[in-house]
Nanobody, 127 residues
Framework: QVQLQASGGGLVEAGGSLRLSCTAS????????MAWFRQAPGKEREFVAG????????LYADSVKGRFRISKDNSKNTLYLEMNSLKTEDTADYYC????????????????????WGQGTQVTVSS
């Protein structure tokens, strides 16, 4: 099991930027996909962005392409989400997640594919 801790959420005005972080601990020396999901009140949890932990291949939801960037620092066991040009519709609780794999595999946009989750960090974008 991998333990994940998300941080960096807060209140920001529309058009602003924010960076979320997710630190991982536990049995991390394996093949993983990591991802960010978000969930707004009354809505389903949706995929935001994903990255191969070792290979670095990325995948983005259409709603955030060109505005968000997912990255990682393997030496720090940390996942990042850089959010730019924020919109009020980006307001949600953001969660980091990890898919534990025995070998590299394709990134998934479905929450059920992921094995461990962080506690979430709240992002509020005001107009």
């Amino acid at each position: 099991q991998v333990q994940l801790q998300a941080s960096g959420g807060g209140l920001v005005e529309a058009g602003g930027s924010l960076r979320l972080s997710c630190t991982a601990s536990g049995d991390i020396f394996s093949s993983y996909n990591m991802a960010w999901f978000r969930q707004a009140p009354g809505k389903e949890r949706e995929f935001v962005a994903g990255i191969n932990w070792r290979g670095g291949k990325v995948l983005y939801a259409d709603s955030v392409k060109g505005r968000f960037r997912i990255s990682k620092d393997n030496s720090k066991n940390t996942l990042y989400l850089e959010m730019n040009s924020l919109k009020t519709e980006d307001t949600a609780d953001y969660y980091c997640a990890v898919e534990i794999r025995s070998r590299p595999g394709p990134l998934s946009m479905t929450s059920s594919a992921y094995d461990d989750w962080g506690q979430g960090t709240q992002v509020t974008v005001s107009s």
